[in-house]
């Protein structure tokens, strides 16, 4: 069975009560934070043999959180 697991990415970096919309901003400390909790809760529910096919986006908070992601599963 195949399972698809949508993650967005946590709070960025920016000017205060700004959209972020295509800017390209980093995550916050506290959105590297929650980055790092995605993919310690990720690590469970996917086997460990598991083929895994991880896609981000460009921008470079949706890369800050994907690189965590795949960290996990190289580790």
Not at 30 to 37: N, V, W
Not at 50 to 72: F, G
Request: avoid cysteine; hydrophobic fraction near 45%.
């Amino acid at each position: 069975m195949r399972r698809l697991f949508v993650v967005t990415h946590p709070p960025r970096g920016g000017p205060a009560g700004r959209l972020g919309g295509w800017l390209d901003s980093a995550l916050t400390a506290r959105g590297h934070i929650h980055a790092m909790a995605i993919a310690a809760r990720l690590r469970q529910p996917i086997a460990r043999a598991a083929a895994v096919e991880l896609y981000s986006s460009d921008l470079r908070r949706a890369v800050q959180t994907a690189e965590p992601i795949a960290h996990h599963r190289a580790a």
